[in-house]
Structure formats: structure tokens, C-alpha cells
């Protein structure tokens, strides 16, 4: 027979912990000493906030596909935008990194047309849902010759843009030009990513291309980049080419910076958001090692980026498949801890969250299903959809519902329990043990029913999920089963 636990908080002067046995178990050993506040005196985190607002991944979907779930799904649950995969002309080959091959800068692509793309920037943003498109500023595709997807032929440091030699750095190492040294700055900006044929991004005749090619997709509706490669560019070549742009778009660049090399995520700020490749080694060891109670101070960590400057995320495409160091990186195949991960990514208020969808792949080369995700059964057979799920859905509504609101009353108990709130608007509970936890939580929301919006949320002023109680002194009485969570708000 399973143990179950009781957390008893008193709410006198100082918390009490005490593990409670009920008539038919066995008594269960917990730490008494709780990590968090007394009920007297909550902590609060007055700090730099993140934004209220969510942003999905929709990995490898095709334009009318997207433009249909904007539509169906995305606009109707509050997200705020969603990232596609890039837009332009790139090599042949099923492969996923094959679109992160430019041939020319095209809109024609494995997502669809130029007038497929067109259409879809429009259906979404009419569905009240910004498009960010994955822009690639540093390479085009690899050495070698052949014919992009559109017709395009391309051969060595020679492509339809037009690029052609002199447009290229050429760092002279090795024998390859191949980057080997990521301790050396000027190797990492001038050297080749791979076989990946490295723009000379100092260049006025480059950077007025790569402005271009910006412009047209901002003609055609997009509201943001993804920088792409970005630590291959020195942040004072970004500057040089955005300055070039008509507008200020949103965008985020990609700076893997994970510690211990010469290039720091906090250059490129100037420029705009930056992604956080910390955050997901963060989550990892809270949710698969068993750290949850080291959460606390994740808007104040040494090394982060400020919260209103960083993109985070649980996982992304390249981490899902072990790149860009991702050894360490919850996925959708580990289950539950994936899904509580991105239920504390969303309610704690640091950054600008990127909620990952993707497709079920068996090797890091495998490409997108050929069927459709918004047709038929297609998110069981290929796709994964995890912004469908109803935890995602009902934890972009508490992030709005608790914007610009403190935590408040962190309480961790042991290393797999943490409950904390969003001052008076909101109060999250998690629980990543394999045992089910009985406890009182104190909060600081008014007394009342609430709908623990784990379950996707209220549809029709009904609520999807169980119905939880705050009493008159704003405690939170609950039993939690094993990897679960609860989620309230005003």
C-alpha cells in the first residue's frame, strides 16, 4: 500500500512541519524543517518581472496548418504568438536541419508559399496572434552544390540572393575554416558553424541583404524575429543590420550561453531579448534531480539574464535532440516531470516563456510527420501538440490572470515539494514526489472557491478541474497525487 503524506502547517508564529501516519498506512519520513516563511512574514521577490504573455513553438508545422490552429486553438487560449520554423528556401532532404539551410531568401519553404505564408501571417494576426519567424542572419547552407526546394541552384560561397565569394568570411583554420576553439571569440564569429558557409555580417553589402530580406517578411505581415546563431555575430553587426530595418520589431536572439565562454548573453541585450540557455538546465535539475527548493531565486540567479530580457524554455528543437548541449533537458518523453516543469515556467514570473510543440522523432535526424496536426487524430499519430495540453492552456491563463504580481509565501518542503503565490492573485502548489501529499499551503487570496486551473481552466464559467477551498485565513487545504499539481487564480 502506497504511503501518503500529511503536511500539517500551523499558522501560528512560526510553520511546524511534522509527518502524520493515517489509520491505514505507514508513518512516512519528511524534512520538518521547512525552506520558506512563515505565514507572519511572506517572502516576497521585488524584482524585475517577466512578461504576462505566452509564446508557442509550433516546430516544423506548415503555414496552413498554423494559420488554422491561430484560428482554432491558439487566439481562443490566449497565446500571445507563436515562433515558426524559417520561412525561406533552403536545401532538399527530409531532415529537420535541412530548413536551417538557406539557398536563397525566397518565401518558399517545406512550411508552403509565399502566398500560403502570406495568408497565414494574416489569419493569425486576425486571430489576435503575433508571428515570429526564425530568421537566418549568419549562414546560408552548407558546402556543396545542388537545387533548393523552390528551383534554386546553389554551389560553393555562391547563392541566388545574390551572395557569392567575397561575401563570406574565409577565417583560414585548419584547413576547413570550421570553427574548433569556442574559447576564441574571433574564431566563433569568423570561422564556419559545420560546413555552414559564414556571412561576413561586417559587410555594408551583407547587412543591406539581410535588411532586406527582413523588410519583406515584415511587408508581409511578421511581427518578430528569432535571431538565429546569433553568438556566430558580434552584437555590434545585429545592431549595424537591425538599424536598417524601417521599424523595431520584436525579436529574441539565440546566444547559447550556458557559462565559461568569452561570449555572454548580456552583449546582445542592447539589441533586444535574449534566450536563456540556463533556465532549461535550471528546470532539469528541480525536476528530474529533485532540487525544487533551488527555484527561489531564479529572477536574482548570478549569471541570468534580467527577467525582462530573456526568452525561457523547458526545451527547445535543439535541445530535444541533444544539441546545443542538451544532455541535460526535460523533454516530452519524460512524461509528468515535463509537464510540471512547464506548469512552474509559466506561473513563476521570470522572462517570456516559450511553450515547445513538436512531433515525435526516434533519432536527431528524423524530420516532420508528412500527415497534418489539425486534422483528424493527428496530435496521437506523430505530432506531440504539448500547447494543447490542458495544463499549458490553463497556465497561460494564470499568467495573465497574476500579471505584475509578486511571489509571495515560498514554502518549500523537502526537495520535491514547493507551493508559492502571486501575491493576492493567484497560489500555485507542485508536487514532484511519487507520493501523494495531503497539506495546508498558506496564501495570501481571499477566502473562497477556487478552480484549480491545471485541468485547462473554466469553459462556460465551469470549471475543468476540481473545485478547491481558501479559508478565512487564506489557507489551502488539499491532497495531491503523486506528480501533480494545483493552480488558482482571481
Known amino acids: 500500500m502506497n504511503n501518503r ?3 500539517c502547517i500551523a499558522t ?22 521547512p525552506a520558506g516563511p512563515t505565514p507572519e512574514q511572506p517572502a516576497r521577490y521585488e524584482t524585475t518581472q517577466g512578461s504576462a504573455d505566452v509564446f508557442v513553438h509550433l516546430f516544423e ?29 533552403h536545401v ?10 538557406p539557398v536563397s531568401y525566397k518565401i518558399e519553404s517545406r512550411g508552403g508559399t509565399r502566398a500560403e505564408f502570406a495568408d497565414m501571417v494574416k489569419r493569425c494576426k486576425a486571430a489576435g496572434v503575433d508571428v515570429y519567424a526564425d530568421a537566418l542572419t549568419n549562414h546560408m ?22 551572395y557569392e565569394y567575397d561575401d563570406f568570411h574565409h577565417c583560414g583554420r585548419y584547413g576547413t575554416d570550421t570553427i574548433a576553439d569556442y574559447q576564441d571569440l574571433w574564431e566563433v564569429q569568423t570561422c564556419n558553424l559545420g560546413t555552414l558557409t559564414d556571412l561576413d555580417t561586417g559587410n555594408p553589402a551583407v547587412q543591406a541583404k539581410i535588411a532586406a530580406y527582413l523588410k519583406d517578411l515584415l511587408s508581409l505581415g511578421v511581427a518578430g524575429f528569432r535571431l538565429d546563431a546569433v553568438k556566430h555575430v558580434s552584437h555590434e553587426e545585429v545592431s549595424e543590420y537591425l538599424a536598417l530595418l524601417d521599424s523595431k520589431p520584436f525579436l529574441f536572439q539565440e546566444v547559447i550561453d550556458r557559462g565559461g565562454e568569452p561570449i555572454n548573453g548580456m552583449d546582445y541585450v542592447v539589441n533586444g531579448s535574449v534566450t536563456e540557455f540556463k533556465y532549461p538546465i535550471a528546470m532539469y535539475e528541480a525536476f528530474e534531480d529533485g532540487q525544487l527548493g533551488m527555484l527561489s531565486d531564479l529572477n536574482t540567479r548570478a549569471g541570468f539574464l534580467p527577467a525582462d530580457k530573456a526568452v525561457v524554455f523547458v526545451d527547445n528543437h535543439d535541445l530535444q535532440r541533444g544539441h546545443a548541449g542538451g544532455d541535460s533537458t526535460l523533454t516530452y518523453k519524460n512524461g509528468e516531470r515535463y509537464d510540471l516543469a512547464n506548469i512552474f515556467m509559466l506561473g ?10 513538436s512531433y515525435v522523432f526516434e533519432n536527431d535526424q528524423q524530420g516532420p510527420p508528412e500527415s497534418s496536426p489539425v486534422k483528424g487524430a493527428a496530435c496521437t499519430e506523430g505530432w506531440v501538440c504539448e500547447h ?34 502571486r501575491g493576492n492573485k493567484g497560489h500555485i502548489v507542485i508536487n514532484n514526489s511519487e507520493e501523494t501529499v495531503d497539506g495546508t499551503f498558506v496564501t495570501s487570496m481571499t477566502a473562497g472557491e477556487y478552480c484549480n486551473v491545471i485541468a485547462g481552466g473554466t469553459a462556460e464559467n465551469d470549471c475543468n478541474g476540481s473545485i478547491v477551498l481558501v479559508d478565512d485565513d487564506g489557507v489551502l487545504q488539499i491532497s495531491l497525487a503523486p506528480m501533480s499539481a494545483v493552480a488558482i487564480h482571481n
Open 348 to 357: 513563476w514570473p521570470y522572462g517570456y516563456p516559450k511553450v515547445m510543440s
Open 141 to 162: 547552407a552548407g558546402l556543396g552544390s545542388g537545387t533548393g526546394v523552390a528551383g534554386t541552384p546553389y554551389s560553393d560561397y555562391s547563392y541566388a540572393v545574390p
Open 12 to 33: 501560528f508564529a512560526l510553520i511546524m512541519l511534522t509527518a502524520c501516519s493515517e489509520d491505514d498506512t505507514q508513518t512516512a519520513s519528511v524534512d520538518t524543517s
Open 61 to 89: 508545422w506548415r503555414w496552413p496548418d498554423i494559420a488554422a490552429e491561430c484560428e482554432d486553438f491558439l487566439g481562443p487560449n490566449g497565446y500571445a504568438a507563436v515562433q515558426i520554423s524559417p520561412p525561406q528556401e
Open 388 to 421: 494543447r495540453r490542458p495544463s499549458r492552456v490553463g497556465m497561460v491563463a494564470f499568467r495573465k490572470a497574476t500579471e505584475a504580481a509578486p511571489v509571495t509565501n515560498w514554502q518549500a518542503f523537502g526537495d520535491e515539494v514547493i507551493s508559492f503565490g
Open 92 to 101: 532538399q532532404g527530409p531532415e529537420w536541419w535541412t530548413r536551417y539551410q
Open 5 to 7: 503524506f500529511r503536511l
